[in-house]
């Protein structure tokens, strides 16, 4: 069974640093691309960053563009996400996602002094 | 890619057919994907290249359209289906959702 367990969220203030891990189990992570979608409160979904089943392309939404790192290691099946200068607008719900359409469960995130 | 969805809320009685709309501001060929929304339950995908059923989709789910302009359509409505329902296209970066669809019963 595909499981995808997000951790690290919590609660950090505007402008510091908060790092997303996605731990994955059920398949063969270095087999397939994975990404991270995002949900702010009371809105909808909206795609943040995806990374090749070798790390070797990324891509990103603007918005997150040089302060985001999407990142991987296949040896330990685990997702990241590197979140710098973080501002109000980041704060969500963010989800591991693995191409062929499997979620994990989010993990919340709030950017508040 | 702009998805604009409708309607943004659906209320339906059991046994009832509902059909959710998505449209792309651009083609998107049929790189559209449709998943359902639970409460305390990870999303999940119904249908990807607009009408492919996922493995596990019950058949009262179909999907329909290629281009611009989708469909989901649930035939025979059971208490289970109501949900929100998000579409997704992934035709070209950045990758773009529908704003969602509540269904609730009537």
């Known amino acids: 069974e595909v499981q995808l367990v997000e951790s690290g969220g919590g609660l950090v203030q505007p402008g510091r640093s908060m790092k997303l891990s996605c731990a994955a189990s059920?398949?063969?992570?270095?087999?397939?691309?994975m990404a991270w979608v995002r949900q702010a409160p009371t809105k909808g979904l909206e795609w943040v960053a995806t990374?090749?089943?070798?790390?070797?392309?990324?891509y990103y939404r603007d918005s997150v563009k040089g302060r985001f790192t999407i990142s991987r290691d296949n040896a330990k099946s685990t997702l990241y996400l590197q979140m710098n200068s973080l501002r109000s607008e980041d704060t969500a719900t963010y989800y591991c996602?693995?191409?062929?359409?499997?979620w994990g469960q989010g993990v919340m995130v709030t950017v508040s002094s | 890619v702009q998805m604009t969805q409708s309607p943004s809320y659906l209320a339906a009685s059991p046994g009832e057919s509902v059909s959710i709309s998505c449209k792309a501001s651009?083609?998107?060929?049929?790189?559209l994907a449709w998943y359902q929304e639970k409460p305390g339950k990870a999303n999940k995908l119904l249908i990807h290249?607009?009408?492919t059923l996922q493995s596990g989709t019950p058949s009262r789910f179909s999907g329909s359209g290629s281009g611009t302009d989708f469909t989901l359509t649930i035939r025979s409505l059971e208490s289970e289906d109501f949900a929100v329902y998000y579409c997704?296209?992934?035709?070209?970066?950045?990758?773009?959702f529908g704003s969602g669809t509540k269904l609730e019963i009537k």
């Open positions: 997704q296209q992934y035709n070209e970066y950045p990758l773009t």
């Open positions: 059920g398949f063969t992570f270095s087999n397939y691309g």
């Open positions: 996602t693995r191409d062929g359409g499997y």
């Open positions: 990374i090749s089943y070798d790390g070797s392309s990324t």
């Open positions: 290249s607009g009408s």
């Open positions: 651009k083609s998107i060929s049929n790189n």
